[in-house]
């Protein structure tokens, strides 16, 4: 018996599928809500998450019992005419069966209520669809809808598990909704205060709270009116783990979400720039990278400290210096030989030619500014078209993954000297460029990889440049 635990405990254990998630949208009002931008921002709170796949359905009035067979829950962020009587059946069996209904601030008064009372609104106000008030467990007569000015208020969470473990209280920017009827099976977990001196009705009012439908569940947040109202590491949380539990009854998710903050274990990237001109571009590089944390050095000296490689995993060049400093060199050798990562950019191969053990040994390239020891200077273009293909037997490195031929206007560089201990991963065929266009540096030992694409904006928004500059700073991170 001893042994058998002992051989159960040793087995890992598997992390929950994700729950399957697809968010109902399009048809809203653009001037109020417009779902173009709140659903995106949906998907940003989901993803950051960690919990969901998720989907996307903008077209609702089309959706059958097919279309919404295995998912665990919907989330509806629509603010449009009825769907038919099709389309809100099916929606109705599938939370009724045992599955979840997600619903957000502007759907409380809109058609699927029978009620939307806008100014000027093209689809106006009709009949009321009985089951969605039954799911919501909330009603708003038409004379009551409405909230005071938009103004920042304190949000109470009450006790239950998709609260638990969260702030109290938390603080949000948006429309406080007030007078809504709820059902006797609606339980409140969020509230605030709804100041009658900005126009409110003196009491508590509530700002998100659960109900049953059938064997479904079913979670309303209030919240929402756009995506700043939204952007509150607790509010953002109140709402991915409302989507958890009515999906699957449980809550993981932590009770804060902070969107562009990346993982604990993302490598901490260290991007140098100096003596070249760039356009601010470049900076868009790395701010599309979730997975890293990255710090930005403009000198030398800011760059290449004592111990930097304690605190950074990888060190991007983006510089153009023919020297370095002493104490620079000596740390930033250090840095290399304790097994960190290089990933060298465009003009950065002019780097420290002053130094022949950076050249030779660590990135494997050098461009000649001028003429050098009897080699001729090299040379540039700018603008040109270039097409870049894996190297023969590269096909399948991680620095190429996702990649395959690139297609992209850049700088061509010409008559450069190349290690012949470099291991070619792209080349171009191109009278104005040489053969290798990304390579690792002729050192195993030293994790460098030099990428010659980066001149200017069309590249640094490339998708395919991203993704290569992205998994070149994995690959030396030894990710």
């Known amino acids: 018996m001893k042994q058998l635990l002992l051989m159960t405990l040793a087995v890992p254990l598997l992390a929950a599928p994700p729950a399957r998630i697809l968010i109902l949208t399009g048809q809203s009002d653009t001037q109020y809500h417009d779902w173009r931008v709140s659903t995106p921002f949906l998907e940003r709170v ?24 295995g998912y665990d829950a919907v989330i509806v962020n629509y603010n449009g005419p009825r769907w038919g009587a099709g389309a809100e059946a099916a929606v109705s069996e599938f939370v009724r069966s045992g599955k979840g209904l997600v619903s957000l601030h502007g759907v409380t008064y809109g058609p699927l209520m029978g009620t939307l009372q806008l100014p000027g609104n093209k689809w106006g106000s009709g009949p009321v669809w009985d089951d969605w008030i039954g799911m919501l467990g909330a009603s708003w007569k038409a004379e009551n809808i409405g909230h005071a000015p938009r103004h920042a208020f304190r949000v109470k969470v009450s006790a239950h598990a998709i609260t638990r473990g969260m702030a109290p209280a938390f603080t949000v920017n948006d429309e406080l909704y007030h ?11 969020a509230s605030a205060f ?188 700018e603008g040109e078209p270039m097409v870049l293909r894996p190297a023969k037997g590269q096909e399948r490195h991680p620095i190429l993954r996702g990649i395959g031929e690139l297609a992209t206007e850049d700088e061509c560089y010409r008559g450069m000297w190349h290690s012949p201990k470099i291991t070619v991963l792209m080349e171009i065929q191109n009278e104005l460029n040489d053969r290798p266009i990304v390579y690792l540096g002729p050192n195993p030992a030293y994790r460098a990889v030099y990428i010659q694409l980066g001149h200017g904006e069309y590249t640094h928004r490339h998708p395919g440049y991203r993704t290569l500059v992205h998994n070149a700073i994995f690959w030396a991170a030894g990710r």
């Open 179 to 189: 007078k809504m009827d709820l059902k006797p099976g609606a339980q409140v977990i």
């Open 194 to 381: 709804d100041d009658a001196a900005l126009g409110g009705t003196g009491k508590d009012e509530p700002v998100a709270w659960t109900n049953a439908w059938g064997s479904g569940r079913v979670f309303y947040c209030a919240l929402g009116h756009d995506t700043s109202a939204l952007y509150e590491p607790s509010a953002m949380a109140l709402v991915a783990r409302g989507t958890e539990w009515a999906a699957t009854g449980e809550v993981t998710v932590p009770p804060e979400i902070r969107l562009g903050e990346p993982p604990k274990e993302a490598p901490r990237v260290l991007v140098v720039t100096g003596g070249h001109a760039y356009t601010p571009s470049f900076y868009t590089v790395f701010e599309s990278y979730p997975d890293i944390r990255w710090s930005h050095a403009f000198t030398q000296k800011e760059a290449f400290s004592k111990g930097m490689q304690d605190r950074f995993d990888v060190v991007v060049l983006y510089d153009m210096y023919n020297t370095i400093g002493e104490e620079e060199q000596k740390n930033l050798r250090a840095f290399v030989e304790a097994g960190k990562g290089v990933v060298a950019l465009h003009h950065s191969i002019v780097d420290y030619t002053s130094w022949p053990w950076w050249w030779e040994e660590v990135i494997g390239g050098k461009y000649f500014e001028k003429p050098e020891a009897g080699h001729p200077a090299s040379h540039y273009k």
């Open 46 to 69: 989901l993803a950051a998450a960690g919990r969901f796949d998720v989907r996307v359905e903008a077209e609702p009035r089309g959706i059958t019992r097919e279309t919404l067979a």
